[in-house]
């Protein structure tokens, strides 16, 4: 995977860009993410519709051994996949239809959650970042108006101190 230039996340830890040209890729790169994720984390999603939010997704689930098929919660707005193993559950959520900000988010108890779950928070962007300041912002760009590029740019950047010293660099072997 290539580094692209894209646009940085404001004062992050750490930060990487990657180039992943196909969905089997995003899933791997989810898969390798995962290794670097424990209980308490915060991953937020930001890319436009079809970018692959919902695959990169869905590489976290099979990397950290939950139960379930990953797919969007965008009807049902937070599925909670139970770990398989001794790892911690992944709570994905969708937040494209929620309107409000975190008063609307504090319905879902993403709080008492986030100890000891991953939770991953696609659009939400604007709506979760007072639950902690250790979080990990993941933007992925994709060619807009062209369905068949499947060329996506992906941002890292991990912010506070839990991502202080990580290693997000590993992710683009």
Same mark, same amino acid.
Request: aromatic residues 2%; charged residues 25%; proline residues 5%.
């Given at each position: 995977?290539?580094?692209?230039?894209?646009?940085?996340?404001?004062?992050?830890?750490?930060?990487?860009?990657?180039?992943?040209?196909?969905?089997?890729?995003?899933?791997? +790169?989810?898969?390798?993410?995962?290794?670097?994720?424990?209980?308490?984390?915060?991953?937020?999603?930001?890319?436009? +519709?079809?970018?692959?939010?919902?695959? =990169?997704?869905?590489?976290?689930?099979?990397?950290?051994?939950?139960?379930?098929?990953?797919?969007?919660?965008?009807?049902? &707005?937070?599925?909670?996949?139970?770990?398989?193993?001794?790892?911690?559950? +992944? *709570?994905? *959520? !969708?937040?494209?239809?929620?309107?409000?900000?975190?008063?609307?988010?504090?319905?879902?108890?993403? !709080?008492?959650?986030?100890?000891?779950?991953? &939770?991953?928070?696609?659009?939400?962007?604007?709506?979760?970042?007072?639950?902690?300041?250790?979080? =990990?912002?993941?933007? &992925?760009?994709?060619?807009?108006? !062209?369905?068949?590029?499947? *060329?996506?740019?992906?941002?890292?950047?991990? +912010?506070?101190?839990?991502?202080?010293?990580?290693?997000?660099?590993? =992710?683009?072997?």
């Amino acid at each position: 995977m290539e580094r692209p230039a894209a646009p940085a996340v404001p004062h992050p830890r750490a930060e990487t860009r990657l180039t992943v040209t196909s969905p089997e890729q995003m899933r791997e +790169l989810g898969r390798r993410l995962a290794a670097l994720l424990r209980a308490g984390d915060l991953v937020m999603l930001t890319g436009e +519709l079809g970018a692959g939010k919902t695959t =990169l997704t869905r590489g976290l689930g099979e990397g950290l051994g939950v139960r379930g098929a990953v797919t969007s919660p965008t009807f049902v &707005i937070a599925r909670v996949h139970p770990s398989l193993g001794d790892g911690p559950p +992944l *709570v994905h *959520v !969708d937040a494209y239809r929620l309107s409000g900000g975190l008063d609307e988010m504090e319905d879902l108890d993403l !709080d008492v959650s986030l100890s000891d779950s991953v &939770i991953v928070v696609e659009w939400g962007e604007g709506k979760v970042e007072e639950l902690t300041e250790d979080r =990990l912002h993941v933007v &992925i760009h994709r060619a807009v108006g !062209d369905t068949t590029d499947e *060329v996506r740019h992906v941002t890292l950047a991990g +912010l506070g101190e839990r991502w202080s010293e990580a290693d997000l660099d590993a =992710l683009s072997g």
